[in-house]
C-alpha cells in the first residue's frame, strides 16, 4: 500500500559529501515522521536522523550530528539526508523509515525502504 524508494547512496571518498533521497508513495493519508536508519555489517540497525513532518521537528544520532542534515518535501512526500565530512564508520545499507497512516482512522504504521548502500573509502 505504501512504497519507500531511496536513492544516492554510492561510493564516496572519507571528508566528502552525499545526499540520500526517499519518496513515499502509494496509499497515503498523512505522515507522522520520517527518517533514516542504518545497519553495518555485524550489527544492529540504528537511527539516524528523524523528522516530524508537520513542524520539521529533527533527531539525530550522536555520531552524525553536525555532519548530517534530514530535510523533507511536504508536497512531494520526499526525505533528504544530506550528508558531509563522512568517515569509513558511515559506511552501511541506509534505509528510509515512515509513519504513515494510510486513511483517516488507520492508525499509524511502519514502512520501510528497500535501502540503499554507502560506502566511505578511498
Known amino acids: 500500500q505504501v512504497q519507500l524508494v531511496e536513492s544516492g547512496g554510492g561510493l564516496v571518498q572519507p571528508g566528502g559529501s552525499l545526499r540520500l533521497a526517499c519518496a513515499a508513495s502509494g496509499s497515503i493519508f498523512s505522515i507522522d515522521t520520517m527518517g533514516w536508519y542504518r545497519q553495518a555489517p555485524g550489527k544492529q540497525r540504528e537511527l539516524v536522523a528523524n523528522?516530524?513532518?508537520?513542524?520539521?521537528?529533527?533527531d539525530y544520532a550522536d555520531s552524525v550530528k553536525g555532519r548530517f542534515t534530514i530535510s523533507r518535501d511536504n508536497a512531494k512526500n520526499t526525505v533528504y539526508l544530506e550528508m558531509n565530512s563522512v568517515k569509513p564508520e558511515d559506511t552501511a545499507v541506509y534505509y528510509c523509515n515512515g509513519v504513515v497512516a494510510t486513511t483517516w482512522k488507520s492508525g499509524w504504521d511502519n514502512y520501510w525502504g528497500q535501502g540503499t548502500q554507502v560506502t566511505v573509502s578511498s
Open positions: 523528522i516530524i513532518t508537520y513542524n520539521g521537528g529533527t
